[in-house]
Nanobody
Framework: QVQLVESGGGLVQAGGSLRLSCAASGRAFSTYNMGWFRQAPGKERGFVGAISRSGDHTDYADSAKGRFTISRDNAKNTVYLQMNSLKPEDTAVYYC???????????????????WGQGTQVTVSS
């Protein structure tokens, strides 16, 4: 089992950057594929990106490609979401999620993940 705590959210102007962190507790962090999702008011939770256990594979939603970067530091049990060129439509609560995996196959749907953090608010002003 793993517990996840996100941090790094806040208020930023359009065009700015934020780096979100997700700290994991529990054992064997390196056996979990990790994902980032976001949920805006009145909308469903949507996929942002994912990273494999070792960090050598990533996948992104079209809205994130070229602007967001996922990375992880298994020694620190932490996964990051670097967000650049932020837009007002990026405003949402951002969640990290974990799923235990034996493979590098990345999941893009929320029900595929077993563990979730509490979320961190990102607000982008125009």
């Amino acid at each position: 089992q793993v517990q996840l705590v996100e941090s790094g959210g806040g208020l930023v102007q359009a065009g700015g950057s934020l780096r979100l962190s997700c700290a994991a507790s529990g054992r064997a962090f390196s056996t979990y594929n990790m994902g980032w999702f976001r949920q805006a008011p009145g909308k469903e939770r949507g996929f942002v990106g994912a990273i494999s256990r070792s960090g050598d594979h990533t996948d992104y939603a079209d809205s994130a490609k070229g602007r967001f970067t996922i990375s992880r530091d298994n020694a620190k049990n932490t996964v990051y979401l670097q967000m650049n060129s932020l837009k007002p439509e990026d405003t949402a609560v951002y969640y990290c999620a974990a799923v235990w995996s034996l493979s590098g196959v990345l999941h893009v749907t929320a029900p595929s993940y077993s563990y979730w953090g509490q979320g961190t608010q990102v607000t982008v002003s125009s």
